[in-house]
């Protein structure tokens, strides 16, 4: 199976979304962008995610309401076999990308990761400065609060009733999570380079996939259909399955720099020293 995993808000829906219109009509990617679930003659590619409950209720004896998050880690291998089969059966198109916002790690030394079902995994990663704009609307925080959470060494992401937890840790542990992450074949890429140079690095995404037939010429048709504002547009007029109860918009922004505006200059710095040595290796200081 192919991932895209990635701290929330870091563009992880933009890469599954590219990948999606690299293979999709534009009807098809619209159905796709409305509805969450897949059918005979609706492509499942949007809905794909590695925390959804029945892919564990599948196979567990006891209510997830029972169990504990070290228990649901004991369940994911045979849970990602499930969504393995379900993938299989629902589309052969490739990629067909999965959402994870898990780190690379273990937890009671069950390994959150396996690359016996990992062929790919893309890691974006995004400034947190920005990230903490996006994710505070997101979860319906205030800054402060959504600095704090991004320092959490703890910190866990769920829906209630909806979706098991995915463990996010702090940003910077999450993002070197994936820098060490052993024999699994993974792509990082900035958010801020998809924006500043979306075609040629969406090439390289694909190109990393080993989607077939790769042209340069459909990939900028891809990034061009997908472009932040079309989807903004395709969202008011049609929702989108991916927003939450506390989200006026999920396409908010796409803003590589906003936080200078938005984000309170004692949050920016409170960010900046949780994260420093990470944000300098990536260029973000």
Not at 106 to 122: A, C, F, K, P, S
Not at 202 to 224: G, H, Q
Request: include cysteine; aromatic fraction near 10%.
């Amino acid at each position: 199976m192919q991932f895209v995993a990635s701290y929330p808000k870091s563009g992880n829906t933009w890469v599954r979304l590219v990948a999606a219109a690299y293979t999709l009509s534009d009807e098809e990617l619209m159905n796709a962008l409305k509805h969450p679930t897949a059918s005979a003659d609706l492509p499942a590619t949007l809905q794909y995610t590695d925390v959804e409950r029945y892919q564990y209720q599948t196979i567990s004896p006891f209510p997830l309401s029972q169990i504990s998050f070290p228990v649901e880690v004991r369940l994911r291998p045979a849970a990602m076999l499930v969504l393995n089969r379900e993938k299989n059966l629902t589309t052969s198109q490739r990629p067909a990308l999965i959402k994870s916002h898990h780190i690379h790690g273990e937890v009671n030394n069950i390994d959150l990761w396996n690359g016996q079902w990992v062929e790919h995994v893309v890691n974006p990663i995004r400034d947190p400065r920005e990230i903490c704009c996006s994710f505070a609307a997101h979860r319906d925080m205030d800054y402060e609060e959504t600095a704090e959470f991004m320092n959490d060494s703890q910190a866990r992401m769920g829906e209630e009733n909806e979706r098991v937890e995915s463990l996010l840790t702090t940003w910077s542990t999450h993002v070197r999570s994936w820098q060490n992450a052993g024999e699994l074949p993974v792509h990082t890429v900035r958010y801020e380079d998809l924006q500043a140079n979306p075609v040629a690095e969406f090439y390289d995404i694909l190109d990393f996939l080993e989607v077939p037939d790769l042209t340069e010429e459909r990939v900028e048709d891809a990034v061009e259909r997908t472009r932040f504002e079309r989807m903004q547009e395709m969202e008011a007029e049609h929702g989108f399955h991916e927003r939450t109860a506390d989200q006026a918009q999920f396409f908010r922004s796409g803003q590589t720099a906003g936080w200078k505006d938005e984000l309170p200059t004692d949050v920016a710095r409170k960010i900046e020293k949780d994260h420093g040595d990470v944000m300098e290796q990536f260029g973000y200081l």
